[in-house]
């Protein structure tokens, strides 16, 4: 009875992969199990002191009161400036609509531009969420896969190949989740050139990984004067500004689309949490370039994924990357699928997952749900210390399977 209650909406809407690991992996834990996480896409460090005084004076001024949809004014604002300071980009604070969180964000998006049966061409491998969204949205998903020997990035006749003229966006990621890779401005200039050619679709270039880039100044799709009226961007503070949980991120893009998302968002869960958009002020004016804790993260980052990097490569059949971004390494592993320790077979990314986690106790994410079957993610958003004793962990466990 239960499943003719609900919608084909929600029954055909699939779980997150990375929460559903996490999940796991506390029930674990929950029964004495020591679990190393390299699951969970969160930087391991606390929100800068000033961020926190700021959304602290916001309560004690009683700035608790309904909010405007779109955000305080005063934040789109300082946001508009961000974009100006960061990134060279010129946008006005109508232009810009803050969500809960940037994949809030991205939704709202798709829901304001997705009919049913329009294409969405997202490059593999991708974040969890995004096929989900757009089916949610009732668009159709059209994945072009990037492999690993392509440092995951695709290619511009890639890109034109896969436009057809049911084609109403393309989604795109840089550095990205859940390889790390970072493209260059030569290689998204070759994009651009591209999607210059068709004015009608809508750039989705989500850049919530921008500040933790280890390849110098991030590059933006929306720089590029020749399609900026087609870019929105989506972004926010929860990764570079180490606040996760103040759920905080933002679209900034055409005013016709913000003014869409102003609307549905009307409806949906009207203006954010207000102590929040505060504190999401002071992130915004604080300037990457002179953010002592920005820099501290940032130097942390690069030396676990440098860590990580040679740990792996001393895994019989691993093979990766070396990433430029964000805190994730997305190494094939299909070297051990058919392969068995004399009681379980690995047939594939979400059995070796279920194998490590079970036999190793590391909660790692399967790469089928990031349209790479034959991957494995490894966050290392963790101290240096866990993420050798997990490789470790991963060594030892693989070498049982033959």
């Known amino acids: 009875m239960n499943n003719r209650i609900l919608s084909d909406r929600i029954l055909n809407l699939g779980e997150s992969a990375t929460l559903e690991m996490t999940r796991l992996s506390r029930e674990l834990k929950a029964n004495g199990i020591d679990v190393i996480t390299l699951s969970i896409g969160e930087p391991d460090f606390d929100t800068p002191e000033n961020v926190k005084q700021a959304g602290k004076v916001a309560i004690d001024n009683n700035i608790t009161h309904y909010p405007p949809v779109p955000g305080f004014l005063e934040l789109r604002e300082a946001i508009a400036g961000k974009l100006k300071r960061d990134n060279g980009l010129d946008f006005k604070p109508d232009q810009i609509v803050v969500s809960t969180g940037a994949k809030h964000s991205l939704i709202n998006v798709f829901m304001c531009i997705l009919n049913d049966g329009d294409e969405v061409i997202i490059p593999a491998p991708y974040w969890v969420s995004y096929p989900e969204m757009v089916k949610l949205s009732g668009g159709t998903p059209v994945v072009i896969d990037a492999g690993i020997d392509n440092d995951f990035k695709v290619t511009p006749e890639q890109l034109e190949k896969a436009i057809t003229p049911k084609t109403k966006a393309f989604l795109f990621n840089s550095p990205s989740n859940p390889t790390g890779s970072v493209y260059s401005r030569e290689e998204l200039k070759a994009l651009a050139d591209v999607l210059v050619k068709h004015p009608d679709i809508v750039i989705v270039a989500d850049e919530i990984y921008e500040y933790i880039n280890f390849d110098g100044k991030h590059e933006s799709l929306a720089s590029f004067d020749e399609i900026t009226d087609q870019v929105v961007i989506v972004n926010g503070v ?77 895994i019989p059949g691993m093979k990766s990357n070396v990433p430029n971004g964000a805190f994730y390494l997305f190494p094939d592993v299909s070297y051990y699928y058919g392969k068995s320790d004399g009681e379980t077979i690995i047939h594939n990314s979400t059995e070796l997952c279920m194998y490590l986690l079970n036999k190793a106790h590391v909660a790692l994410v399967p790469g089928e749900a990031f349209g790479s079957p034959e991957c494995i993610r490894l966050s290392y958003a963790t101290s240096k210390d866990l993420i050798a004793e997990a490789v470790s962990r991963i060594k030892e466990a693989l070498a049982k399977l033959s």
């Open 238 to 314: 929860s990764k570079g500004m180490a606040m996760t949980g103040w759920r905080i991120g933002y679209v900034a893009g055409p005013k016709f689309i913000a003014d869409a998302c102003t609307k549905i968002q009307g409806q949906y869960t009207s203006g954010t949490g207000t102590i929040s958009q505060m504190a999401a002020l002071e992130a915004v004016k604080t300037d990457p370039k002179t953010s002592e804790a920005l820099k501290t993260m940032l130097q942390a980052f690069e030396e676990r994924r440098d860590l990580l990097v040679d740990l792996v490569k001393d």
